[in-house]
């Protein structure tokens, strides 16, 4: 049986408020295209299906008409849901997708054995699939007044294991004797990550170690971090990434599918994803820019995205006007400026002194001033990071 990794679609997503669903359209294109000639069976899909949520109405129909487009190619498709995700939104049409073989599990159900995904194949169960969404603290039970911050973060990391723990238990007894694929999404120890992905269960902190995934599971196919990686566990475990760079910070990330096929084994074969569109970081003083911007050439078949930041050593606003008149004017075909800054080594402003660094406000995340503010009072550490805890499930409400 062949199965193909993906996750973390963010299918709505904007880049500084410039719309990717080109992009999105010409992967799945792709995508379809992987799945026809590699006879494909199952595709996985962990978690961040769409960016926002309550997406807009073209995001929506852009999930649809992926999903059809799949179907039709005969595979079978299981989603689970990401912290970007509303659970509920995910949910509602799972009764009518599931006519098109598209399994989705938008929440982690009342009943473990309802996460258990029986694959057929010529008319046998060949192997279940435990698709676990992303575990929000009512899944885990952690949130209790009367526990210290590092007594919570233990208790978020015991009932993750837990839960995956109850799977295979609940997938052995059910199924017994039959091979079991794990899905998660989740922050696991050790990975690398970008500027787009959001904190997770208390800032990421409770990373989950990948060596406490229960060794029942053959291969565990992750989502969340945007950067395509292998994670240290006694068995195959693997981020599949995002296949869009979803921040500059992915600028030059091997964007991939991974593909199992269980006649070989459980190691998959990487795929890469064909480049859709550049993102492009230039980066001098004014002289510099100028001439990095006039050399550019266009080999892209989607406008090329740049920021583009003036790195001047001492203060001047004249040198500030020029610079924002020449973005203005900029009209080159084939490359759009999404982000302009301007930086002078010399000085600080208010904000940079606030927070210790050269910052403007967009580059900065909630967490950032929060974290900043509690530097400023006069607070113990325990008490801080309780503060930081609450704040934490304070903005992941929000986000959800």
């Known amino acids: 049986m062949k199965i193909l990794h993906t996750a973390d679609w963010h299918i709505g997503k904007k880049l500084h408020k410039h719309s990717l669903y080109p992009d999105f359209a010409i992967f799945i294109d792709w995508f379809c295209q992987l799945v026809d ?15 926002l949520a309550n997406p807009s109405a073209e995001a929506r129909q852009q999930y649809f008409d992926a999903l059809v487009s799949l179907h039709k190619l005969g595979c079978t498709i299981i989603v689970t849901g990401g912290n970007h995700d509303s659970p509920s939104m995910l949910n509602a049409p799972k009764e009518l997708l ?32 435990a698709a676990i969404p992303y575990l929000r603290d009512s899944n885990l039970h952690t949130a209790t007044q009367s526990s210290s911050y590092e007594e919570r973060l233990e208790a978020m990391r015991t009932g993750i294991a837990n839960i995956y723990k109850q799977a295979a238990e609940t997938a052995a007894a059910k199924y017994p004797e039959i091979p079991c694929i794990a899905m998660g999404h989740l922050f696991a120890a050790g990975v690398t ?5 959001r904190d997770i269960q208390i800032g990421n902190n409770a990373m989950f170690n990948a060596f406490n995934f229960d060794s029942y599971f053959s291969y565990v196919a992750l989502g969340h971090i945007h950067k395509p990686q292998k994670v240290s566990s006694n068995i195959p475990t693997y981020y599949s990434g995002s296949p869009l760079a979803l921040s500059f910070s992915e600028r030059t990330d091997n964007k991939r599918v991974l593909l199992i096929d269980t006649e070989v084994g459980w190691d998959p074969k990487s795929i890469s994803i064909p480049s859709i569109r550049k993102l492009l970081l230039i980066q001098g003083n004014m002289e510099e820019i100028e001439e990095k911007l006039e050399a550019l050439e266009n080999h892209s078949d989607l406008p090329s995205l740049l920021e583009v930041e003036l790195v001047e050593e001492q203060h001047s606003p004249q040198k500030t006007l020029r610079f924002q008149a020449y973005i203005e004017a900029f009209d080159k075909e084939g490359f759009i400026i999404v982000k302009d800054r301007v930086r002078f080594t010399d000085t600080l402003d208010t904000l940079s002194e606030v927070m210790g660094t050269q910052h403007t406000l967009e580059d900065l995340t909630p967490k950032d001033v929060f974290t900043s503010l509690l530097d400023q009072q006069d607070m113990d550490e325990e008490s801080k990071n309780m503060m930081l805890a609450s704040f934490h499930e304070i903005l992941e409400s929000l986000e959800s």
């Open 37 to 51: 000639n590699e006879n494909i069976d199952v595709v996985v899909i962990s978690g961040d299906i769409f960016d």
């Open 193 to 197: 990550t970008s500027e787009s992905e």
């Open 98 to 129: 599931k006519s098109l073989n598209v399994h989705v599990i938008g929440a982690l159900p009342e009943k473990m054995e309802d996460c258990l995904i029986p694959l057929y194949k010529n008319g046998e169960i060949k192997y279940i699939v």
